[in-house]
């Protein structure tokens, strides 16, 4: 099985091609990129191009389209998952939803993994992952809550994400280990979103849909 797989959930646009014969081809940013302003409308599908042509496969090659589905950016994620579907409508693809915490947390070298996005407004989405799997559910609080949450749960977490670093302080007295600032675990990597959707089941382009957890940051008035 041969996936195209990509992320916009944070400021960087991520890309990955993971062809049937295991080998991965992927356009992704350094962490450095996550500190500048996001621009997916014009990142995101030279990525995806680039991607394909390092593979050397063709559209006709791909049996289905992974997306990050976030949280994370508003506008990154809406870009993100309407390229999905409509590529995957245009190809004759199923689309295979991704968390964009879980490819956050599968690039993570820990026991205890802990997955921070920043949402902005002074909050934080977040997901930590053990051995086992998910131990909690993508949730969108304060950093101060969330350094309450470890310490009551008495865990030594390896967190990474935009979200740590931006919070490293607080979240290191509370006994979060945070990944060095210029580490490439803080970039939700296609790399990731494509191995995750490789165990999960294909669905009509139509039903991809973003995971806000929240609502958004404009309303009307």
Aim: net charge negative.
């Amino acid at each position: 099985m041969t996936l195209l797989g990509f992320d916009t959930s944070t400021a960087a646009s991520t890309a990955c091609v993971l062809r049937a014969d295991g080998e991965a081809f992927e356009v992704a940013p350094g962490a450095d990129r996550l500190a500048g302003p996001p621009a997916h409308a014009a990142e995101l599908m030279p990525a995806i191009a680039g991607a394909m042509r390092r593979a050397g496969v063709s559209w006709d090659d791909l049996d289905g389209i992974a997306a990050g589905v976030g949280p994370g950016s508003f506008t990154g994620l809406r870009i993100g998952v309407a390229t999905a579907r409509a590529l995957a409508a245009a190809r004759g693809l199923r689309v295979r939803p991704i968390s964009s915490l879980a490819a956050l947390a599968a690039g993570i070298d820990g026991e205890h993994r802990l997955a921070l996005i920043d949402a902005k407004r002074g909050e934080l989405f977040a997901a930590l992952h053990g051995p086992e799997g998910e131990l909690w559910a993508p949730f969108a609080a304060p950093p101060a809550a969330i350094a309450e949450r470890v310490r009551d749960a008495g865990l030594s977490p390896l967190a990474a994400g935009d979200g740590s670093v931006r919070f490293r302080e607080l979240l290191e007295q509370a006994g979060v280990r945070v990944a060095p600032n210029g580490s490439d675990a803080h970039v939700v990597r296609a790399l990731h979103v494509c191995r995750l959707a490789a165990g999960v089941e294909g669905e009509p382009a139509e039903a991809l849909l973003p995971q806000y957890l929240r609502a958004p940051d404009a309303a009307p008035q």
